[in-house]
């Protein structure tokens, strides 16, 4: 059965520095999303991606973020300068339609700062 | 803006029975989607039941079940004839109908449920 898998599952990086999550969705899913879920808090959403750019962000998405979809099967969030604040649970997910379309997630990847 | 609540955070059940998970949400919205999700430990997170607000009918799947009151904004999820794979984490997640190119799930906190043998 297709999954959407992500890697690494866990990451420790120092703060300041960039990580890049990978993620490889569903290969006939057209809209891609990243979740983060900081530890005891709920799981919240980032960014979604339709059409090569993206559709829509959230306020915690700021200029230190990025995704990109550089090969067509891949799909990478990007953090520039790594916050203590920013140390989570990170999922990524596809579908393959709009509205109302199950999202497929993956593992997740767990990134810690110190 | 929507929001999601779950006013469970843990629930224990014993095997073969069955227990019900409650999710209220807050929207101005008339048309969405609501879903119950589950995560296992150490698993993703998978599907477990959708449900289209326009719907009356309460949405089944096998032994999991809805009871969606949309004038009260409730969405509570049943598990009927609890086995011991049913134990995970229980997210309640609302979706707008349309989102243009979005569809992004708008999560509550979870309730985590574990089943005794």
């Known amino acids: 059965e297709p999954e959407v898998t992500q890697t690494p599952s866990h990451q420790v990086t120092q703060m300041g520095q960039e990580v890049i999550l990978r993620c490889v969705p569903i290969?006939?899913?057209?809209?891609f999303y990243w979740y983060r879920q900081i530890l005891g808090q709920k799981v919240e959403f980032l960014v979604s991606f339709y059409n090569n750019e993206i559709s829509e962000k959230s306020e915690i998405f700021d200029d230190q973020f990025s995704v990109e979809r550089p090969d067509g099967s891949n799909f990478t969030l990007k953090i520039r300068s790594t916050k203590l604040e920013d140390s989570a649970m990170y999922f990524c997910a596809s579908s393959m339609q709009g509205a109302g379309a199950e999202a497929f997630f993956g593992q997740g990847t767990r990134l810690t700062v110190v | 803006a929507q929001t999601v609540t779950q006013s469970q955070p843990e629930m224990s059940v014993q095997e073969a029975e069955t227990v019900t998970l409650s999710c209220t949400y807050d929207?101005?919205?008339?048309?969405?989607?609501l879903f119950w999700y589950k995560q296992p430990p150490s698993r993703q997170m998978i599907l477990v039941i959708r449900q289209e607000a326009y719907k009356q009918q309460n949405a089944t799947e096998n032994r999991f079940s809805v009871n969606f009151q949309k004038a009260a904004k409730s969405f509570s999820l049943k598990i009927s004839d609890s086995q011991l794979g049913d134990t995970a984490m229980y997210f309640c997640a609302f979706m707008k109908h349309y989102g243009g190119a979005t569809n992004k799930l708008i999560f509550g906190t979870g309730t985590l449920l574990a089943v005794q043998p």
């Open positions: 290969s006939n899913h057209l809209y």
């Open positions: 929207t101005s919205e008339n048309n969405y989607y």
